[in-house]
């Protein structure tokens, strides 16, 4: 079956860094995009970054661009996300999300559709704070 498992996260600075994975089986990773997705306390879930299955289109949410960076190593069946220059409005439960679909076209209009997706790890938490 399908598993996505997250790591990475922990207790940061702000304008530190963090690096995520997520370790993907049970399907043919480089098959399909994948997202990253986060929750904060008392929110509803944010959808952060996502990649089409080759690695080759990147998106983001306008409050990451430019400080978060989404890759992935097929080879591997890993998703990362590099995080720097971070905020204490990162804080959050952050999840990685597969794509339910091989054939979908590729928009930040798609990437950002939480009813695209039909796999979720269980998070890693990631806290910043002085």
């Known amino acids: 079956q399908v598993q996505l498992v997250e790591s990475g996260g922990g207790l940061a600075q702000p304008g530190g860094s963090l690096r995520l994975s997520c370790a993907a089986s049970?399907?043919?990773?480089?098959?399909?995009?994948m997202s990253w997705a986060r929750q904060a306390p008392g929110k509803g879930p944010e959808w952060v970054s996502g990649?089409?299955?080759?690695?080759?289109?990147?998106f983001y949410a306008d409050s990451v661009k430019g400080r978060l960076t989404i890759s992935r190593d097929n080879a591997k069946n890993t998703l990362y996300l590099q995080m720097n220059s971070l905020k204490p409005e990162d804080t959050a439960l952050y999840f990685c999300?597969?794509?339910?679909?091989?054939?979908?076209?590729?928009?930040?209009?798609?990437?950002?559709?939480?009813?695209?997706?039909?796999?979720w790890g269980h998070g890693t938490q990631v806290t910043v704070s002085s």
């Open positions: 049970g399907f043919t990773f480089s098959s399909y995009a």
């Open positions: 990649i089409n299955d080759d690695g080759s289109d990147t």
């Open positions: 999300t597969k794509d339910s679909s091989l054939n979908r076209p590729h928009t930040i209009a798609t990437m950002t559709s939480f009813q695209n997706y039909d796999a």
